[in-house]
């Protein structure tokens, strides 16, 4: 039952290098997600895939790209990293709406 | 617009007593709602969803939501809290996009 796996769980970055983040699904699933948690501000929305070959920007795009690869598949990239991208990133999947969200556990990312 | 209140965000209880964790939504329409619950360094996980169907929904973990138009609230509740409910909590609603807004969350402290 693995679900929404996320790789990395834990990066460490400097100023101005370049990431990928990798998502996958094995639910099936139409729609991915990715999240930032912050303290204090909840979960905030940076990018999303409606469906294979589709994607969308959400409440906080700038500075993060995206590349939904194939159905299972949603990578999230930063082309260079700053430290106000420090966060816990959350990718999810959903079946369609009116149906939840699934979440992997995350991925710790620090940017000195 | 649709919006996403959790009413407080700190909750403390002592164990054995019971839990209330406040929901507020506000939409244009009857929107599908969930709690989620986020222990540390762990994703979210789903506890219980409402999709229109009966208005008092029974989740996992002994915890149940009642959602009230009228109010327009989706608040949660057990009767009983137990020391491994300490988590944060978090409230969402989806309509007729692809999206989920999420509330800031409230974490649920449970003392012996």
């Known amino acids: 039952n693995a679900g929404v796996t996320q790789t990395p769980k834990f990066q460490v970055l400097k100023t101005g290098q370049s990431m990928t983040l990798q998502c996958a699904q094995d639910?099936?699933?139409?729609?991915m997600y990715w999240y930032r948690q912050d303290p204090g501000m909840g979960l905030r929305l940076i990018y999303y895939?409606?469906?294979?070959?589709?994607?969308d920007k959400g409440e906080v795009p700038n500075g993060y790209n995206v590349s939904r690869l194939n159905k299972r598949e949603f990578s999230l990239r930063l082309e260079s990293a700053a430290p106000s991208q420090t966060s816990v990133y959350f990718c999810?999947?959903?079946?369609?709406?009116?149906?939840?969200?699934?979440f992997g556990d995350g991925t710790r990312l620090s940017i000195l | 617009a649709q919006s996403v209140t959790q009413l407080d965000s700190h909750v403390s209880v002592s164990e054995g007593t019971p839990v209330l964790l406040r929901c507020n939504y506000s939409?244009?329409?009857?929107?599908?709602l969930f709690w989620y619950v986020q222990h540390p360094n762990k994703g979210l996980q789903l506890l219980l969803k409402?999709?229109?169907?009966?208005?008092l929904v029974k989740g996992i973990n002994g915890f149940e939501a009642e959602f009230k138009k009228s109010e327009t609230s989706f608040h949660l509740t057990k009767p009983s809290a137990h020391m491994s409910d300490a988590a944060e909590y978090f409230c969402?609603?989806?309509?007729?996009?692809?999206?989920?807004?999420f509330g800031k969350g409230t974490l649920l402290t449970v003392n012996p």
């Open positions: 895939s409606a469906s294979e070959g589709t994607t």
């Open positions: 409402y999709t229109s169907a009966a208005t």
């Open positions: 939409s244009s329409y009857s929107p599908s």
């Open positions: 999810a999947s959903r079946a369609g709406i009116n149906q939840p969200q699934h």
């Open positions: 969402a609603a989806g309509g007729s996009n692809y999206k989920l807004t």
């Open positions: 639910m099936n699933h139409n729609s």
